[in-house]
């Protein structure tokens, strides 16, 4: 999704107005705008982008069902604030119900500020920063994920980085068995 039609879409289905702007910093800085994306927890943060929603609600429920953390949608919200938001497993993809959520959820951390109304400003870069320094991606450019992909799953092991410069020939290769970080599935192995 691009920006404009993300702050179109902010302005049809956030619950107060005048939120565009932290809303649109808070998605920037979690999803770089992808509504689909799902990002299991750990010492590795697995970013997934799911091609539908249909697939992007069967794979964080499954995450969800084997005990992973998952983040989750446009704000990369992890369980406890998907229920805060009043958001589901499978209303987390809807982009105008995540738009939602999200507004209610930053209405309610700005009221926890108790912030007078010349503070506002100040609060609300407060609230948009305490969303950014639990984003697993602290980049603001667009991000490369992997496509989720049947058998993507499956190898979760020590993969590159995406955009890793290319490795020179005294380097021993670091074997990408399924492709997994170009987004594209093959088998590749040596004799």
């Known amino acids: 999704m691009d920006p404009a ?21 808070i998605v920037r800085q979690a999803s770089s705008f992808e509504p689909l994306l799902i990002t299991v927890a750990g010492r590795k943060p697995i970013p997934i982008q799911a091609t539908d929603r249909d697939e ?14 998952v983040r989750t949608g446009l704000a990369q919200l992890d369980a406890a604030e998907t229920k805060q938001a009043g958001l589901t497993a499978a209303t987390t993809f809807d982009a105008c119900k995540h738009i939602a959520g999200l507004g209610r959820l930053l209405d309610a951390r700005l009221q926890a500020t108790n912030t007078k109304s010349t503070d506002r400003d100040q609060a609300i870069a407060r609230v948009v920063a305490s969303f950014a320094a639990r984003a ?13 992909s049947p058998g993507a799953g ?14 020179s020939i005294s380097e021993h290769p670091r074997w990408d068995v399924y492709r997994a970080a170009r987004g594209t599935s093959a088998f590749v192995y040596e004799r």
């Open 5 to 25: 039609a993300f702050a179109a879409l902010v302005e049809q289905c956030a619950p107060t107005p005048g939120l565009v702007r932290p809303l649109t910093a």
């Open 56 to 69: 992007a609600i069967q794979l964080a429920t499954e995450a969800i069902a084997t005990g992973q953390q």
């Open 136 to 148: 697993p991606d602290q980049t603001h450019g667009p991000r490369n994920q992997p496509m989720a």
């Open 154 to 167: 499956d190898s979760t092991g020590d993969v590159p980085p995406i955009n890793t410069p290319a490795r």
